[in-house]
């Protein structure tokens, strides 16, 4: 045995310890003459006998291979000594946090996986996938399921107590004390038709020319002023708008009013916003004043108004009702003293008195965003006296109180009970109508705001959950209702069944991004005032033609056209709609430069018109069909041409005239059988263009049909007619 072998043996035997048993055998004795190797009846071994040094190297060699194959041999049979298998440590599953109401968004969130997986997990199930969304909230049983198919286990998330939000709400003051009570002036409103004097009487009361400024000759806000009367006495105005369009803003009028002056012209008599005006005061229960405008014109009929108004239930007191009736001309003056006395009569039997201090409270008449000011509201005090520095709120805006103006423009320092001002300093602008409530501090009044915010929201979500309530249960209901359906049925049966079902679904989808190109309007209304955005998005909820142009308001403002309404009309391909409001140079040529249409208008049923344009030219025009001529067929015959018969109608022209390059249809007992163009037309045996009434004629046409006696041969052109939007604004 070569060196190298021998040393490879030694750290064999080294390696291993030459096992315990080895140890025992004395290494001297290995050298003696008289040793013997252990026998083993496995493993039988020759007597070892002496041989020179040389050679006792390998006879140890020897030796200790047969011991180690023994030993090893013996180590193998042992009981309890054989080696076991490693023991795999048990996987943990990932747990994963469930809760109702989950979207798959949030069930991807909580499984560290993203959408698309959850959507494979879904994917064999009754889900549909089509209307699927990140934010769609999924069902227990499929947010289960999920876990379950991504070897996962799911646990239920303790629920969260959410702690109950103090209503940090700012609220009215409870009732003053009679002894603090102070006389106030009334607030009158003004109400009537549109075009019957209000404006008119108004100006003759105040020596103002308010009408002539008017736009259209017609107002179209909430106008508050204060009038001092002759005999002294001060009576706050509330002019609203006669037109069809602002009937919020007639209501917003009587609610904070303590008398109703009634303008009927006595010319026309009771009209439409008559009716819904004695309405609103009904509503409101406030008194009536009823005032026969235009009583100077011979056609005046005053008598007949009465009489109109009682059916109205409205009671002139000739008739023993308790409406005062005054006959006056606003445009001449006459008979105004005898309404300003009727009116201060009736505001000391009301006995109209309030608390003028504490903290205030009024409403907001009409709210605007002036260029220089900033968000300007028009307001009536009805409690307390504001003064600069008052810490307001209203709706979802506050302001501390910067300034303050009559409606003359002139600075004042306060308001008392039922005086109009104007007040500058909101953070925003409120909305028309909203209760003003003057609160201690700043930090009281971004607390109402907070929690006015907070409100909306969780009403907000509330509505939404319901949305979503009833969505699930009607996906559910007819989920049953299909696997009931397909319960009694063989899988191939059902697999037919939900073939036909998922070709519906395609036909539905392509009809519907059929539908998805279908016309649309986008439009951005912007309006000077709060109240004339109101009027507008009233008239525009009335629109009912969505089958034939869809009108969509994706933005609507107080304030001149800005930069901000041209980028979002770009975005959406809509066009700008400004009422009573400006767009300066850059503003247009910026537009000019987008394609972007901005239309102003001063008076609003100009506005609506021009929508209702707009509108109409966005639908597809028709076709309509002129006739030019008629034929009857009074033989049929037919002629070779190669080697095909070619039936031929033997006409006389009974009407009008026969034009070759025209459009033909062929009727038969009243049915329409064939459209289409002649391949021919003769007279006698010339090719001829036109045929013209009582001649006689053959044609054949560009289809292979047969005549009857009797066919109807109709000539007519196509012409294109634009349409006009169906939708009826009112007026």
Not at 468 to 484: C, F, G, L
Not at 652 to 667: A, D, P, S, T, Y
Request: proline content about 4%; charged content about 30%.
């Amino acid at each position: 045995m070569n060196q190298g072998m021998m040393l490879k043996l030694e750290n064999l035997i080294q390696l291993h310890c030459a096992y315990r048993q080895l140890h025992s055998l004395s290494y001297r004795k290995i050298h003696r003459t008289q040793w013997k190797p252990v026998q083993s009846s496995t493993y039988p071994m020759r007597p070892v006998q002496l041989h020179p040094q040389l050679w006792q190297t390998d006879t140890f060699i020897s030796v200790v291979l047969s011991q180690y194959r023994l030993l090893a041999t013996k180590e193998g049979k042992r009981p309890g000594k054989q080696k076991l298998p490693p023991i795999k440590p048990k996987i943990e599953r990932q747990e994963v946090e469930i809760q109702q109401r989950m979207t798959a968004e949030d069930l991807a969130r909580a499984m560290d996986k993203d959408i698309d997986h959850v959507y494979e997990a879904l994917l064999l199930t009754g889900v549909d996938l089509d209307s699927l969304e990140p934010d769609s909230v999924l069902e227990e049983v499929w947010i289960k399921e999920v876990v379950k198919k991504s070897g996962m286990k799911y646990k239920w998330a303790k629920l969260k107590q959410e702690k109950v939000r103090e209503n940090k709400d700012a609220a009215r003051r409870p009732p003053a004390d009679p002894a603090l009570l102070t006389p106030r002036p009334p607030v009158v409103t003004i109400l009537g038709h549109v075009d019957h004097g209000k404006t008119t009487l108004l100006d003759s009361l105040r020596k103002t020319q308010v009408a002539a400024m008017e736009a259209g000759g017609i107002t179209q806000h909430i106008g508050a002023f204060l009038v001092h009367l002759p005999s002294g006495e001060k009576v706050t105005f509330l002019d609203t708008p006669g037109h069809a369009a602002f009937s919020a803003m007639r209501a917003r009028g009587t609610h904070v009013t303590d008398i109703v002056i009634l303008v009927v012209a006595a010319e026309d008599g009771v009209m439409k916003q008559t009716i819904e005006s004695i309405q609103h005061a009904k509503n409101a229960k406030v008194p009536i004043i009823l005032a026969i405008n235009k009583c100077d014109k011979p056609e005046a009929d005053p008598e007949r108004v009465k009489k109109e108004l009682l059916a109205h239930d409205v009671v002139c007191e000739e008739y023993g009702g308790d409406v005062q009736a005054v006959h006056m001309s606003a445009l001449k003056g006459e008979n105004l003293m005898a309404l300003a006395e009727a009116t201060v009569a009736l505001a000391e039997v009301l006995e109209l008195k309030a608390d003028s201090t504490g903290l205030v409270e009024g409403t907001i008449i009409e709210s605007r965003t002036d260029q220089g000011r900033g968000p300007v509201t028009t307001a009536i005090i009805q409690r307390g006296t504001l003064r600069k520095g008052c810490i307001l709120v209203a709706g979802k805006s506050w302001a501390k109180v910067r300034l303050m103006f009559d409606e003359n423009g002139k600075t004042v320092d306060e308001a008392t009970p039922s005086m109009p001002v104007e007040i500058v300093g909101w953070k925003e602008v409120p909305s028309a109508g909203a209760e003003i409530l003057e609160v201690e501090s700043e930090q009281r009044a971004r607390e109402v705001f907070d929690w006015r915010n907070y409100a909306e929201q969780q009403e907000k979500i509330k509505q939404d959950m319901e949305v979503i309530e009833a969505k699930q249960k009607e996906h559910k209901d007819a989920y049953k209702k299909e696997r009931e359906s397909l319960a009694n049925l063989t899988w191939r049966q059902r697999k037919a069944a939900l073939y036909k079902t998922n070709k519906h679904l395609i036909a539905m989808r392509s009809k519907e991004r059929a539908e998805s190109d279908r016309n649309v309007l986008p439009v951005i209304v912007k309006g000077d005032v709060d109240g004339s955005t109101e009027a507008i998005l009233n008239i525009l909820d009335s629109y009912n033609a969505d089958d034939e142009c869809e009108l969509d308001v994706i933005h609507f403002g107080v304030g001149d056209v800005s930069e901000n309404d041209i980028n979002l009309a770009e975005t959406f391909k809509g066009v700008i709609y400004g009422f009573s409001v400006n767009a300066n140079k850059s503003i247009q040529q910026l537009a000019a430069k987008k394609g972007i249409k901005i239309k102003l208008h001063n008076i609003i049923y100009h506005l609506i018109e021009d929508l209702k344009d707009e509108l109409s030219s966005k639908l597809s025009p028709s076709v309509v069909e002129h006739i030019i001529g008629e034929a009857s067929v009074l033989a049929t015959f037919c002629v070779t041409v190669g080697k095909s018969k070619v039936p031929v109608a033997g006409c006389r022209v009974q009407k009008g005239q026969l034009h070759r390059k025209m459009k033909f249809k062929l009727i038969r007992n009243r049915d329409v059988i064939w459209k289409g163009f002649l391949t021919s037309l003769k007279y006698h045996k010339d090719d001829v263009q036109i045929i013209k009434t009582g001649m006689d004629c053959g044609l054949s046409l560009d289809k292979n049909i047969e005549f009857n006696i009797g066919d109807e041969i109709i000539c007519y052109e196509e012409k294109e007619v634009e349409q006009t939007i169906s939708w009826d604004p009112g007026f």
